[in-house]
T-cell receptor, first 116, second 110 residues
Framework: SAVISQKPSRDICQRGTSLTIQCQVD?????MFWYRQQPGQSLTLIAT?????????ESGFVIDKFPISRPNLTFSTLTVSNMSPEDSSIYLC?????????????FGPGTRLTVL | RKEVEQDPGPFNVPEGATVAFNCTYS??????FFWYRQDCRKEPKLLMS???SGNEDGRFTAQLNRASQYISLLIRDSKLSDSATYLC???????????FGKGTSLLVTP
């Protein structure tokens, strides 16, 4: 399996500010994704982080609100911009395509964000 | 209509019981199906993939009915450690990205 770390693990932010979440994997992976899990809800895909190019966003999510970077095969960032209380959620990165592992996605531990 | 729908639960069962979870999905073109387990305040982890022929892993049996777009998970001889939320997951349109159901909460009691 992969070792995936996310920073920060949690944060409390003021509305109108932005937060950048980092996701680091201990080995190269083909694909990285960002999900959101709102309180009492399941996971919703925000976007696929593409290495060296713009992320692919799902319906309802836009680059201006959730800019994503993926400079290499082991690292990605998600920024939550101009935050409002509705952005309070757990944000998780996941990876797919770990060498020697077929068909399984692994998730990071999540970043718990509270916006006041 | 949500892409993946599950029994909301919660399911409270005694140790040793057999419990079944059901799930339906809307995208008939979906090719890959999974059950993930999520413990409280933890990330989801793959429990098992679901194959057309049905598959078993110890006390866990998963089945897929493509015609009905229906997936099930059966847990036999429930253990206290089985208490968790079980997420029905279907591969989405965006390559390997996943569509998650809301999850079914299971509590196994002594």
């Amino acid at each position: 399996s992969a070792v995936i770390s996310q920073k920060p693990s949690r944060d409390i932010c003021q509305r109108g500010t932005s937060l950048t979440i980092q996701c680091q994997v201990d080995s190269q992976v083909t694909m990285m994704f960002w999900y959101r899990q709102q309180p009492g809800q399941s996971l919703t895909l925000i976007a696929t982080a593409n290495q060296g190019s713009e992320a692919t966003y799902e319906s309802g999510f836009v680059i201006d609100k959730f800019p994503i970077s993926r400079p290499n095969l082991t690292f990605s960032t998600l920024t939550v911009s101009n935050m409002s209380p509705e952005d309070s959620s757990i944000y998780l990165c996941s990876v797919f395509g770990l060498a020697g592992v077929y068909g399984e996605q692994f998730f990071g531990p999540g970043t718990r964000l509270t916006v006041l | 209509r949500k892409e993946v729908e599950q029994d909301p639960g919660p399911f409270n069962v005694p140790e040793g019981a057999t419990v079944a979870f059901n799930c339906t999905y809307s995208n008939s073109a979906s090719q890959s199906f999974f059950w993930y387990r999520q413990d409280c305040r933890k990330e989801p982890k793959l429990l098992m993939s679901v194959y057309s022929s049905g598959n078993e892993d110890g006390r866990f049996t998963a089945q897929l009915n493509r015609a009905s777009q229906y997936i099930s998970l059966l847990i036999r001889d429930s253990k206290l450690s089985d208490s968790a939320t079980y997420l029905c997951v279907v591969e989405g349109d965006s390559g390997y990205a996943l569509n998650f159901g809301k999850g079914t909460s299971l509590l196994v009691t002594p």
